[in-house]
């Protein structure tokens, strides 16, 4: 998903990216988003965005926020993937941890998308995605934490801790 910018983390209120409207009734998605999850990869056919961008009219903050499909190859006549989409991933991020998934900086250059829902109301549609996610990363990690190859030693499933032992140097005289 293609919610954050450069200077638009938590305030998507100030995010840039624009989406101009084609004759075809496609839209022309041309910014740059940051931080972007499995953005470019080569283990699918296919990599679908949801980009938030504004149309030309768009109120200001929050408000004037609308949702794209941004496919990166365009569909055939047949339905499968086609031409190349004016996109492309920019650099990866160097990050400390999460590595088995590459985050992405992605440069969108007058991309075609696809307005998904009503115009404006784009932000209200990615957090009915966003909030599934939250559940099921949620639930994930819960299992995980839970599971017996991640709990310390002695430690049980309820996640109650057994006593510290006792210390051996505690009892040893120390030297004056
Ligand atoms: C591994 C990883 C994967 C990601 N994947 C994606 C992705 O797929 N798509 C995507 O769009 N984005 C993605 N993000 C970006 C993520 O959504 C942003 O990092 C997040 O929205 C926070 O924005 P920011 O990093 O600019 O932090 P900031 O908005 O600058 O926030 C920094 C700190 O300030 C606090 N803060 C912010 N505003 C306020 C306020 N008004 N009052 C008080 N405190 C405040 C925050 O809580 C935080 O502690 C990813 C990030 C990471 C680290």
């Known amino acids: 998903m293609g919610l954050t910018e450069a200077h638009a983390g938590s305030d998507l209120g100030i995010m840039r990216t624009k989406a101009e409207p084609r004759a075809d009734g496609t ?14 990869h080569d283990m699918a056919e296919n990599i679908v965005h949801l980009v938030l961008a504004r149309l030309p009219d768009a109120p200001a903050g929050t408000r004037g926020i609308s949702l794209f499909i941004v496919p990166k190859f365009l569909p055939d006549a047949e339905g499968q993937p086609g031409a190349r989409n004016g996109f492309a991933s920019g650099s ?8 088995g998934s590459a985050t992405s900086v992605m440069n969108y250059d007058g991309a075609t998308g696809y307005l998904l829902g009503e115009p404006h109301q784009g932000l209200a549609a990615m957090f009915t995605m966003m909030n599934y996610e939250r559940l099921s990363v949620g639930c994930r990690d819960s299992a ?15 996640g109650a801790r057994a006593a510290a032992p006792a210390d051996p140097g ?3 005289p120390r030297p004056t």
């Not at 839209?27 to 470019?40: D, L, P, Q, R, V």
């Not at 990866?92 to 590595?99: A, L, Q, R």
């Not at 599971?147 to 030693?153: A, E, L, N």
Request: hydrophobic share 30%; net charge positive; glycine share 16%.
């Open 27 to 40: 839209w022309a998605i041309s910014g740059t988003k940051i931080f972007i999850t499995s953005g470019e």
């Open 92 to 99: 990866i991020e160097h990050k400390m941890g999460i590595n």
């Open 144 to 158: 995980r934490g839970n599971s017996p190859g991640s709990r310390r030693s002695g430690t049980p499933a309820n």
């Open 170 to 172: 505690a009892a040893t």
